[in-house]
């Protein structure tokens, strides 16, 4: 039994992120760091028909209210398996069907489809952060358990939101993402020289292959984007998406690219490559997001596979464009097989976790440390092998 709490705030569930004043949520949105909790991103996510109910992403955001202002929110959604999340859940389902428990449908706080780090409730500065955060748990609590709603998972976490929600008796379960850092470089040149003599040679021949592939990178922000680029980017991103079947990951549809140049193209940027003999229009190109010191790579593709071209695109065009621009971080986007090698170390990010049967959440705190242990020793692993300078240098 889920006790009642006494509070002055009341708590409406909405399936339609319309139904709230853009102005009022951006309110609490825009001090984040992340971009991906925004009005306008989270929208288009909806009205573009890419995180419906129909694709298993049924919007159920909570907004809490204060004397007719909205204080607090969370975006939820209803998910009836768990594609397009990136943390993989399924031996803990295949574990609740062992058990007799419908694992689906569950509660999951994200934005959907990217694993970026940043995910926590949006809360009004004016609120005390520990009682309003108090109610929400409460309210998401209340609306599992009345709606025989397995568990409430929130990915890729805020670092400081997290001990916060531990308090709250969420279990927290270790990952890594392979993430860019600004060590203070003034330039290209400054990057190259944190690698070992081998890698900068490698790094210095896959820049130049570009050029002997007749090609030249330009990267576009903002309002230099033709607004063709946007559909552009879209058959790109679902023939990159294709080329791997069912495991493509195709969750975007074309009009959610489209969209983007009338509501958020002030936070895009695109890397373009241009054919020397046609600079009309680009032979590929990448996709990434920038808000204050951060850039988040998203997706990418090419019409023809060209040497090298994907490590220009999504890795050293965007970190030459971010030292330039005082990016401090840069998240490329899921996976890491090449990303390590390119200066990217894996560094540890956390969803948190609470499940409503009994048996689940035994054996989820049973083994929990077990599995972040584990986890940790494969972060400890990928970060031995780095090809950095300072590395070889300490080993000899």
Same mark, same amino acid.
Not at 85 to 92: A, N, R, S
Not at 130 to 146: G, K, P, S, W
């Given at each position: 039994?889920?006790?009642?709490? =006494?509070?002055?705030?009341?708590?409406?569930?909405?399936?339609?992120?319309?139904?709230?004043?853009?102005? +009022?949520?951006?309110?609490?949105?825009?001090?984040?760091?992340?971009?991906?909790?925004?009005?306008?991103?989270?929208?288009?996510? $909806?009205?573009?028909?890419?995180?419906? @109910?129909?694709?298993?992403?049924?919007?159920?955001?909570?907004?809490?209210?204060?004397?007719?202002?909205?204080?607090?929110?969370?975006?939820?959604?209803?998910?009836?398996?768990?594609?397009? +999340?990136?943390?993989?859940?399924?031996?803990?389902?295949?574990? !609740?069907?062992?058990?007799?428990?419908?694992?689906?449908?569950?509660?999951? @706080?994200?934005?959907?489809?990217?694993?970026?780090?940043?995910?926590?409730?949006?809360?009004?500065?004016? $609120?005390?952060?520990? +009682?309003?955060?108090?109610?929400?748990?409460?309210?998401?609590?209340?609306?599992?358990?009345?709606?025989?709603?397995?568990?409430?998972?929130?990915?890729?976490?805020?670092?400081?939101?997290?001990?916060?929600?531990?308090?709250?008796?969420?279990?927290?379960?270790?990952?890594?993402?392979?993430?860019?850092?600004?060590?203070?470089?003034?330039?290209?040149?400054?990057?190259?020289?944190?690698?070992? !003599?081998?890698?900068?040679?490698?790094?210095?021949? $896959?820049?130049?292959?570009?050029?002997?592939?007749?090609?030249?990178?330009?990267?576009?922000?903002?309002? +230099?984007?033709?607004?063709?680029?946007?559909?552009?980017?879209? *058959?790109?991103?679902?023939? =990159?998406?294709?080329?791997?079947?069912?495991?493509?990951?195709?969750?975007?549809?074309?009009?959610?690219?489209?969209?983007?140049?009338?509501?958020?193209?002030?936070?895009?940027?695109?890397?373009?490559?241009?054919?020397?003999?046609?600079?009309?229009?680009?032979?590929?190109?990448?996709?990434?997001?920038?808000?204050?010191?951060?850039?988040?790579?998203?997706?990418?593709?090419?019409?023809?596979?060209?040497?090298?071209?994907?490590?220009?695109?999504?890795?050293?065009?965007?970190? $030459?464009? !971010?030292?330039?621009?005082?990016?401090?971080?840069?998240?490329?986007?899921?996976?890491?097989? *090449?990303?390590?090698?390119?200066?990217?170390?894996?560094?540890?990010?956390?969803?948190? *976790?609470?499940?409503?049967?009994?048996?689940?959440?035994?054996?989820?705190?049973?083994?929990?440390?077990?599995?972040?242990?584990?986890?940790?020793?494969?972060?400890?692993?990928?970060?031995?092998?780095?090809?950095?300078?300072?590395?070889?240098?300490?080993?000899?």
């Amino acid at each position: 039994m889920v006790k009642q709490l =006494t509070s002055p705030y009341s708590a409406t569930w909405t399936s339609n992120l319309a139904d709230i004043p853009k102005s +009022e949520w951006d309110a609490l949105a825009m001090p984040l760091k992340t971009p991906f909790f925004e009005w306008d991103w989270l929208h288009n996510m $909806e009205s573009s028909g890419s995180a419906t @109910g129909r694709a298993g992403w049924l919007p159920h955001h909570l907004t809490v209210w204060r004397d007719g202002q909205l204080v607090g929110a969370a975006p939820l959604y209803i998910k009836g398996h768990s594609r397009g +999340e990136f943390v993989f859940d399924h031996q803990w389902a295949d574990l !609740a069907y062992q058990l007799g428990v419908e694992y689906y449908p569950k509660m999951l @706080g994200m934005s959907p489809f990217t694993p970026a780090e940043g995910y926590r409730f949006l809360i009004a500065p004016t $609120e005390d952060e520990e +009682e309003l955060t108090a109610f929400m748990v409460h309210e998401i609590d209340r609306f599992c358990m009345n709606n025989n709603i397995s568990g409430c998972n929130f990915l890729y976490v805020d670092p400081q939101w997290k001990a916060l929600m531990e308090r709250h008796g969420f279990m927290a379960w270790l990952h890594h993402s392979y993430i860019w850092t600004n060590q203070g470089f003034n330039s290209f040149d400054d990057y190259l020289q944190v690698f070992n !003599a081998n890698q900068r040679r490698n790094i210095k021949r $896959e820049r130049k292959a570009i050029a002997k592939a007749g090609l030249q990178m330009k990267t576009l922000t903002g309002d +230099e984007i033709p607004k063709s680029f946007f559909s552009l980017m879209y *058959h790109f991103y679902a023939d =990159t998406c294709d080329k791997f079947g069912w495991w493509g990951s195709k969750y975007l549809t074309r009009k959610f690219f489209e969209q983007l140049h009338h509501d958020y193209r002030h936070r895009v940027v695109f890397v373009a490559a241009y054919s020397e003999q046609d600079e009309r229009e680009p032979v590929g190109m990448s996709f990434c997001l920038t808000k204050g010191d951060r850039l988040y790579g998203r997706y990418w593709g090419s019409y023809q596979e060209i040497d090298c071209l994907h490590f220009n695109a999504c890795y050293y065009s965007p970190i $030459e464009w !971010a030292i330039n621009n005082g990016i401090q971080s840069f998240d490329p986007g899921a996976g890491g097989r *090449h990303k390590k090698r390119r200066g990217f170390p894996a560094m540890d990010n956390h969803s948190l *976790h609470r499940f409503y049967d009994n048996r689940l959440s035994k054996i989820l705190q049973s083994y929990i440390g077990k599995i972040n242990a584990m986890e940790q020793q494969e972060i400890d692993y990928v970060n031995e092998d780095l090809p950095f300078r300072q590395q070889e240098e300490n080993s000899q």
